[in-house]
């Protein structure tokens, strides 16, 4: 599935709205401008693209006794990287040590019905380590490989599985620019 252009990819935060006002909160008002640079919203209908496709055959996805298929060895399998971990940097070692995504790979965040988030790896790894990312329940994953990451109710070691085969989608970047000069953008996404 690839997109016609980055107009039908990515959408502007909504800061006032539910979902991409927990995740901002997340962020330290003086590092959003930056933030939501390097993080980006698929807009809603390719959000829903992509999760009906990472979700395909997949009965109640992220419900730990009703899921099925991939989503349920994942839950089953409990393959918990940073296992003892105290640090996120040790966390995103053992993670390293599993994955070997490149660092300019844009991997996708997807949280089921509330959205979709295109960002690098090496984005992740940096505001993993700084505790930016809302990690209440979503998959990352790569949306040309099969590794899949679930962090479960908030908890900041992951579990590690295998998604279905196939590629979910080609993601443009860099995303257009944003333009954050305007007083009501930034002052909607928090910066001051």
Not at 50 to 69: C, D, N, Q, W, Y
């Amino acid at each position: 599935m690839e997109p016609a252009s980055n107009d039908n990819v990515f959408r502007d935060w909504r800061p006032k709205e539910w979902f991409d006002s927990g995740f901002l909160n997340c962020v330290p008002d003086k590092e959003r401008v930056a933030f939501v640079r390097k993080v980006r919203p698929l807009t809603d209908v390719l959000a829903k693209v992509v999760e009906s496709t990472l979700f395909a055959g997949i009965a109640h996805p992220l419900h730990p006794r009703k899921t099925s298929g991939w989503v349920k060895r994942l839950f089953e399998d409990n393959k918990r990287l940073g296992m003892g971990a105290t640090k996120s940097s040790d966390v995103i070692k053992a993670i390293s040590e599993q994955i070997n995504w490149p660092d300019s790979d844009v991997i996708l965040m997807a949280y089921y019905h509330q959205g979709v988030y295109a960002l690098q790896w090496k984005t992740f790894i940096d505001y993993f380590k700084r505790d930016f990312l809302n990690l209440d329940n979503p998959i990352v994953f790569h949306p040309k490989r099969r590794e899949a990451l679930l962090f479960w109710e908030d908890d900041h070691r992951p579990c590690l599985g295998s998604r279905r085969d196939g590629t979910i989608m080609d993601v443009p970047w860099p995303p257009p620019e944003i333009p954050w000069n305007s007083a009501k953008t930034s002052t909607d996404a928090g910066a001051t």
